[in-house]
């Protein structure tokens, strides 16, 4: 069974202070990994997929990356604006099923 | 650029009713996944349909039942609502079959009292 597992849980920062968010994935045959971003009581922002071991995506203050085994998510001088639950997801094998890690929490302070 | 559209936004039943909620995707995308999200927890996919076919099936109770019709929109259906039912439930389509993509609906409320 696929299993994902985000850490931390939750993650304070001052406004500018860089940090990595990171995706522990284990599944058989992955064919993506996704970045959400999650504000509450909405539904989940895509951010990125990642196919390969290696690969890196950009997107304004956000930059992922992707190894086998896990996927960080790294935040350059964030703002308060950044503060939201960040979802790692994974579809392996020839499902279309997705599997969703439970998400950190991020609190920008200004 | 258009969304995801989810209707009702918020609804309230009692135990032992049905439901349905309706799912619009984006324009031109041809599949349509439902996610179960609690409080506090992380999606749960539910099920997905391609091409108004179903495409794979996750921890979805044997009392909800989903279609998707000849215009792509998507109908979840839930009977015999238990308390435990209540829930955010989110919609996400994407184009094609193994795209990989999906972008997500508002999502609808449901309470259970």
């Known amino acids: 069974e696929d299993q994902v597992t985000q850490s931390p849980e939750a993650l304070r920062l001052q406004e500018g202070e860089s940090s990595s968010l990171n995706c522990s994935y284990t599944?058989?045959?992955?064919?993506?990994l996704f970045w959400y971003r999650q504000d509450p009581g909405k539904g989940p922002e895509f951010l990125f997929t990642?196919?390969?071991a290696g690969e890196e995506k950009e997107k304004e203050r956000l930059k992922a990356t992707l190894t086998k085994k896990e996927s960080f998510l790294h935040i350059t001088a964030p703002k308060p604006e950044d503060s939201a639950t960040y979802l790692c997801?994974?579809?392996?094998?020839?499902?279309?099923?997705?599997?969703f890690g439970t998400g950190t929490k991020l609190q920008v302070i200004p | 650029a258009a969304g995801v559209i989810q209707s009702p936004r918020h609804l309230i039943k009692e135990k032992r009713e049905t439901a349905t909620l309706k799912c619009y995707p984006i324009?031109?995308?041809?599949?349509v996944y439902w996610y179960q999200q609690g409080p506090g927890q992380d999606p749960q996919f539910l099920i997905s349909?391609?091409?108004?076919?179903?495409?794979d099936k996750g921890s979805i109770p044997d009392r909800f039942s989903a279609q998707q019709f000849s215009d792509y929109h998507s109908e979840l259906n839930m009977s015999s609502l238990e308390l435990g039912d209540s829930a955010l439930y989110f919609c996400?389509?994407?184009?094609?079959?193994?795209?990989?993509?999906?972008?997500f609906g508002p999502g609808t409320r449901l309470t259970v009292t």
């Open positions: 324009p031109r995308h041809d599949t």
């Open positions: 349909f391609y091409e108004k076919m179903q495409s």
């Open positions: 599944v058989s045959g992955l064919r993506g």
């Open positions: 990642l196919y390969s």
């Open positions: 997801a994974v579809q392996a094998g020839g499902y279309q099923k997705v599997t």
């Open positions: 996400a389509s994407s184009l094609g079959g193994q795209t990989y993509e999906q972008y």
